[in-house]
């Protein structure tokens, strides 16, 4: 059975860190891509961030690059979101998915059930 678990989210202040943790397992994690993707309150699914299967190629949404860095641990089968200056608007619910593919940001076969990440002061 294939399962992605996501821990790590919470409740930070405007200019915190977070590092979200996602663990696989039931597929070969080290064969695929991956991504992270999130839901604010009210919104659609936005996709954040995602990885090759080695880990030396990574991209970003506009939104979150040079505050985000996606990374994995494939001895671990890991995937890993570190959150730095962390805005209100970056509240939501964030999920890790898998495989990606550059034709479709939004279509996985594997989804984890998401962490709440709230960022107010």
């Known amino acids: 059975e294939v399962q992605l678990v996501e821990s790590g989210g919470g409740l930070v202040q405007p200019g915190g860190s977070l590092r979200l943790s996602c663990a696989a397992s039931?597929?070969?994690?080290?064969?695929?891509?991956m991504s992270w993707l999130r839901q604010a309150p009210g919104k659609g699914l936005e996709w954040v961030s995602a990885?090759?299967?080695?880990?030396?190629?990574?991209i970003y949404a506009d939104a979150v690059k040079g505050r985000f860095t996606i990374s994995r641990d494939n001895a671990k089968n890991t995937l890993y979101l570190q959150m730095n200056s962390l805005k209100p608007e970056d509240t939501a619910v964030y999920f890790c998915?898998?495989?990606?593919?550059?034709?479709?940001?939004?279509?996985?076969?594997?989804w984890g059930q998401g962490t709440q990440v709230t960022v107010s002061s």
């Open positions: 039931g597929f070969t994690f080290s064969s695929y891509a």
């Open positions: 998915a898998g495989p990606f593919s550059h034709g479709n940001k939004y279509d996985y076969d594997y």
């Open positions: 990885i090759n299967n080695g880990g030396g190629s990574t």
